[in-house]
């Protein structure tokens, strides 16, 4: 079976990293031929490692997006795919009206939004990575809801994977504790724990000598740059470092002793038997722990807090994971065994698999089509904030990013 693969802006981005390896996945294992659709960008690299078929996409800030959807329809047309795959809301439209309406390939639309997008379709068959947004896709009338929980490479992810030595060498402090974060430095959800983690390497800096290496770039880049040398000012050492993008990230989570993330960083960091700190908007920061894994399987990697601006949450996790009494490394390996058990590629990839033979089976049932597109159509036009520029701006991130910026935050 061939299976047209249509992804977001190959940028920086866990969902960027996620689409590209469970394609290959399928492609690798299952025997899926991919081919994968997606604006060129720094992560075009791993998609070639990984022996996918590419074929660019063109710019888009709105979406629908008439200049890619003249793509996808000339694709189709030479490629002739049994099956499209659309990762997130945007490319999920674009195929939706391209591709989907006029013709009888089915459309499986991924969406790893925290909520669910309500301006999908929903008679389609539609993914979504947490227990709690799949409930609430299903809750709201979803006819086909499924989870598939975000993948993570347990292989080339592991503690004994990559060599840190040279990453150790270049950023890190021997005679402090390694902190890291790997993140897209954008305003959306990354900056506010990016600043609370900041403030809270200073205040513990009386109690525990911590260094905090932040890995990424974007368009708050300049803004947390001045706060770190403020910060390493006022402490007389290189207490915050920007590392900027790097090519392959896995040496830095590997040099860590902690991991503040969210998401896929946070999964990540996990599978190198790191203590994670997970964070999330408003305040929101707490240990990964054993009492709560299930809530966060549930949840996802992420949270909500109360709207404090204050850094207290991520400072008490820090004192906690700092104690000398603390067993990090039995955190770690429980850490990395639960992202074995539920996000490894073999386990997500079987999921994915049963997806794509459900959605082929299915595709020649068009019912209520009509009634579910003049939905979309509504909704769009409704809730105009579908039609703002799709995550960051192509022209600051071109003017920001770092020359050798590509990874997986």
């Known amino acids: ?77 030479d490629q002739s795919p049994d099956l499209i795959h659309a990762w997130d809301w945007w490319q ?40 709690l947004v799949t409930q609430a896709a299903r809750d709201s009338g979803w006819n086909d809801a499924t989870l598939l929980l975000p993948p993570v490479d347990v292989e080339i992810n592991s503690p004994t994977a990559v060599d840190s030595s040279l990453f150790r060498e270049k950023y890190v402090d021997p005679d ?12 959306s959800m990354k900056l506010d724990g990016l600043v609370r983690s900041i403030y809270s390497v200073e205040k513990l800096d009386g109690n525990v000598k911590l260094q905090l290496i932040i890995v990424g770039d974007g368009t708050e880049r300049r803004k947390l740059e001045e706060l770190a040398r403020q910060t390493n000012e006022r402490l007389q050492r290189d207490a915050v470092v920007l590392a900027g993008s790097i090519v392959d990230p896995r040496p830095a989570y590997a040099a860590a002793d902690i991991v503040i993330g969210m998401g896929g960083s946070a999964l990540r960091g996990m599978a190198f038997g790191k203590p994670v ?42 004192s906690a994971l700092t104690e000398e009494d603390f067993d990090r490394e039995a955190l770690g390996v ?46 769009y036009f409704r809730e105009r904030r579908f039609r703002w520029p799709s995550r960051d701006p192509l022209k600051t991130l071109k003017s920001t990013e770092a020359p050798q910026s590509v990874g997986s935050p």
């Open 176 to 187: 402090a504790l390694t902190v890291v974060t790997v993140a897209r430095l954008s305003a």
């Open 334 to 379: 429980f850490s990395r065994k639960f992202v074995v058990q539920n996000h490894s590629l073999d386990a997500v990839g079987s999921v994915l698999n049963d997806v794509y033979q459900s959605a082929w089976a299915r595709r020649l049932n068009r019912a209520g089509t009509a009634l579910d597109t003049a939905r979309t159509t509504y909704l």
């Open 277 to 318: 700190i997970v964070v999330g908007e408003r305040g929101f920061a707490k240990t990964f722990l054993p009492e709560n894994a299930d809530a966060f399987l549930y949840t996802g990697m992420y949270g909500v807090g109360q709207g404090s601006t204050s850094d207290c949450k991520i400072t008490a996790a820090l």
């Open 1 to 77: 079976m061939k299976v047209l693969v249509y992804a977001h802006r190959l940028q920086i981005g866990g969902t960027q990293v996620n689409s590209i390896e469970l394609a290959a996945h399928m492609q690798d294992h299952f025997g899926y031929e991919i081919v994968f659709c997606a604006q060129p960008g720094p992560m075009e690299e791993l998609v070639e490692a990984k022996g996918l078929k590419y074929t660019p996409a063109p710019d888009a800030t709105v979406h629908p997006s008439i200049g890619r959807m003249k793509t996808l329809r000339e694709i189709a047309h």
């Open 92 to 131: 999920g439209l674009d195929a939706y009206l391209a591709l989907y309406l006029p013709s009888r390939v089915p459309l499986i639309i991924t969406d790893m939004m925290m909520e669910v997008t309500k301006v999908l379709p929903k008679r389609l068959t539609t993914t979504f990575g947490t227990p």
